[in-house]
C-alpha cells in the first residue's frame, strides 16, 4: 500500500469504530489472519460499521471472510483448506487465470454465478473470483458499496505479479471516493 502513496496506520481488530474514525481514513483494509470467521461477531459488526460510513474496503483471506459475514453471507470450513502457491483463480471481470497463494480453512459460502442481494442490506454483490481446483469463492465485489476483496495473499505474488493490481484498484477507489465525498486524508 505505501509503495502507492498510500498512509497507512494499523490498528488491532478489537479497535472500535470511533478509534478508527479519529484517524479519518479514505479507507480500511481487512487483512489476513489466522481464525474461525463465524466467531468474529464484535469485528464482523465493527465492519459493518464501517460499510455504514461508507468508507472503501478491501480485504483479503481472513479479511475476505469477516466482510462476506458482515455483508450477511455465511462462511464454512473447508474439508482440507486451500495451503500453497499454483493455485489457479479465475478473475470472472476479465477471464484471466491468477496463480495464487493461499492460506485458509474458511470459506464465504456464496453461488459462484449471478448477482446477490446482500442479506445485511448492503446492496448487490458478486462473486469476483473463484478457484478452478473446486468452485471455492476466491473473490467478492459490492456493486452499490465501495468494498471488494479475494481470498487469496496478491501480496505474496504467487504468479508473481499476478494480482497486484488489486492493490491499484482500492488506491482508485479511495481516491474517486474521497473525490466525491470531498475529503482529503
Known sequence: MSERGIEVHVVPFNSTLE??????????????????????????????DILTEEIPIFGICFGQQILGR??????YKLPFGHRGI??????????????TSQNHGFAV?????GVLESPAGFGRVE????????????GLRCLDINAFSVQYHPEA?????????LFDRFRDMVIASATTSGASN
Open 19 to 48: 478509534e478508527i474514525l479519529a484517524y479519518q481514513p479514505d479507507g480500511v483494509f481487512l487483512s489476513n489472519g489466522p481464525g474461525d470467521p463465524s466467531t468474529m461477531t464484535d469485528t464482523v459488526a465493527l465492519v459493518r
Open 70 to 75: 458482515a455483508l450477511g453471507f455465511s462462511t
Open 86 to 99: 499454483n493455485q489457479p483463480v479465475l478473475d470472472k471481470a476479465t477471464g484471466r487465470v491468477e496463480i
Open 109 to 113: 459460502d456464496a453461488p459462484i454465478d
Open 127 to 138: 462473486v469476483s473470483h473463484y478457484s478452478l481446483n473446486d468452485q471455492v469463492v476466491e
Open 157 to 165: 505474488a504467487a504468479g508473481p505479479h499476478d494480482s497486484n493490481y
